[in-house]
């Protein structure tokens, strides 16, 4: 994508002002509603068990690219809850299927820099319930919603490099594609590359169309099948 370049009085090609610029504010946590979804900040004592339930039905495989865990008990994943809930950045999130009541995933803001105008989403993980769900999209929405809301400019999807699901979840977001930072980290003894894709303010509008129309009643069966794939509604790539 193009953007504006300005030159200056020495000849000097710069970005284009950003007007009025103060700052975005930081996020405050709330519950965040919507399309059969809700995010309700991280309470141990409410959402451990469920998600200690929801994770345990998958094989363990869920863990391979979550830098913390797997956890040999519910009390131990418990405690490990509870001290994530008592941070600021990052900033938890369980994902509740608003049907059911019960919590599913966990998804969180983090590297929030209000005065960059930058914040990220992470730490997701979801259980195989949640996985390749509306649900699962509709949570990722109402993060983005909240963040852009708030004046962030730049919101931003990282995942070690080899982690395939990840990267294509990105992708079907509408999240461009930034590069890999080689030996970004070391994560559980492995050295880690991490691919990075973000998502500006200027794609926001025309994003949020495309999910809303995606996420609809209307583009779902009884089953709550889609009738139509979300990349059918997103604006082509520049």
């Known amino acids: 994508m193009q953007r504006d370049i300005y030159i200056n009085e020495f000849g000097q090609p710069l970005g284009p002002i950003v007007e009025n610029w103060q700052g975005a504010t930081f996020p405050t946590p709330k519950v965040m509603e919507g399309w059969g979804c809700r995010l309700e900040p991280l309470n141990a004592a409410q959402h451990a068990a469920d998600l200690w339930q929801a ?30 809930a008592q941070q600021r950045d990052p900033q938890y999130y369980a994902i509740i299927d608003a049907a059911s009541g019960k919590a599913l995933g966990l998804a969180s803001y983090l590297r929030i820099d209000p005065q960059a105008g930058s914040i990220e989403v992470g730490w ?26 708030l004046g962030f400019r730049r919101y931003e999807w990282k995942c070690n490099n080899l982690n395939a699901p ?34 500006i303010d200027s794609e926001w509008p025309t994003l949020r169309t495309a999910y809303q129309t995606w996420l609809a009643e209307e583009n779902f069966d009884a089953k709550g099948q889609q009738l139509r794939k979300l990349s059918e509604f997103m604006p082509a790539k520049q």
């Open 55 to 84: 994770f345990s039905a998958d094989s363990g495989a869920l863990w391979s690219y979550f830098t913390a865990g797997p956890y040999a008990s519910e009390a131990e994943f418990a405690a490990a809850l509870a001290e994530r």
């Open 124 to 149: 997701l993980h979801f259980s195989p319930a949640l996985q390749r769900t509306r649900l699962a999209t509709a949570a990722m929405v109402l993060m983005m919603a909240y963040a852009f809301e």
């Open 166 to 199: 990840s990267k294509r979840a990105a992708e079907r977001l509408g999240f461009t594609f930034e590069g890999i930072f080689r030996n970004a980290t070391v994560s559980k003894g492995r050295s880690r590359d991490t691919a990075w894709f973000s998502i």
